[in-house]
């Protein structure tokens, strides 16, 4: 991060963890510590594209977004914390 903004390299993107664990919350500290704000990329939860019926494919949203949201939240946080 140092020599990014040494360079004034600006930070777009960070290819994120899938959840909430101690390499997600050591790059939010980093973030917050030099005051950037890249977009964080989520990979999928997996599992097969095509869902076999609307019931599925809301089962399948309701749990990405149980396992982003906890993501989402913590970075909110920190983003105010330095900001």
Known sequence: MAALKRHHIE?????FPSSLNAEATTAL???RKYN????IWIPGGGGSLKAESPDEQSRRG???V???EPIAKAAKA???DGA
Not at 11 to 15: D, K, Q, R, S
């Open 78 to 80: 920190r983003s105010d």
């Open 62 to 64: 309701a749990n990405e």
């Open 66 to 68: 149980r396992r982003i």
């Open 29 to 31: 500290e980093l973030f």
């Open 11 to 15: 930070l777009l993107g960070w290819w």
């Open 36 to 39: 950037v704000k890249p977009q």
